[in-house]
């Protein structure tokens, strides 16, 4: 009868005994271990969404077809979705030295699916060609400029292009909608793994239309699209 009440009180005592200070140490190193890779997760994050304070530039990522691209956040057309993952199309706009005097001027850029539109070069013998008027206007040297009859929508539109390359360099430009602002030319050109570009930039860029493709494989290298 003494053995048991002797047992109880024995169990009592141990369980308000402190633990071993070898356990409360490992304890506290496993909750310190844990706090730091929860801050090194959110610092991971915080880094990818904001600018670091070294001045680099807030990025978001994009897939496209398949093609993971880092961009920057103030290369988007309007507010972008700060949701990472896949997209059909991206609208960016990106600002190249081409304008008067080296001057930054912006170009509109929709990178999408290449089965969704027709490339420049392939709209110039295929519909073009069919539509130009038998006059020709003075430009940029290097380009043919033919306006458009006004039929197919092509109203007031001219086509420039270089007629001597095998990929010749094309746009169609005309008065900007609601001829608000200067003539706006597009470009739209294949990029690889299926993807491509459509460009939409003033018509006073193509005074260095010879420098446009080089600019703008710069920046889309620097993403990633190239």
């Known amino acids: ?14 369980s308000d005994r402190p633990e071993p200070v070898g356990h409360t140490l490992t304890m506290i190193m496993v909750a310190v271990a844990f706090a730091g890779l929860s801050a090194a997760c959110g610092l991971s994050y ?3 969404q904001k600018p ?26 309007g507010t972008p979705d700060r949701q990472q993952g896949f997209s059909s199309e991206i609208d960016l706009r990106i600002s190249v030295a081409l304008g008067p005097g080296g001057a930054e001027a912006p170009v509109d850029v929709t990178l999408l699916p290449q089965s969704q ?11 073009y060609l069919h539509q130009f008027m038998p006059n020709e206007l003075a430009g940029p040297p290097g ?8 039929t197919e929508g092509f109203e007031g539109e001219t086509v420039w292009y270089d007629a001597l390359s095998q990929n010749p360099f094309v746009v169609k430009c005309g008065a900007a909608p609601g001829d608000n602002g200067p003539a706006q030319c597009l470009r739209t050109v294949a990029l690889m793994g299926g993807i491509a570009a459509v460009y939409a930039f003033p018509a006073n860029l193509l005074d260095r239309w010879k420098e446009f493709d080089p600019a703008m494989r710069a920046a889309l290298t620097r993403i990633g699209a190239l």
């Open 143 to 150: 380009l043919i400029g033919k306006p458009l009859y006004a």
């Open 1 to 14: 009868m003494g053995a048991a009440p002797r047992a109880a009180a024995v169990s009592a005592i141990d």
């Open 117 to 127: 539109v027709r490339t420049s070069a392939n709209l110039l013998d295929g519909v």
């Open 46 to 48: 915080w880094l990818h």
């Open 52 to 77: 670091a304070g070294d001045g680099a530039e807030a990025t978001l990522t994009r897939t496209l077809l398949g093609r993971q691209m880092v961009i920057p956040i103030s290369w988007f057309r």
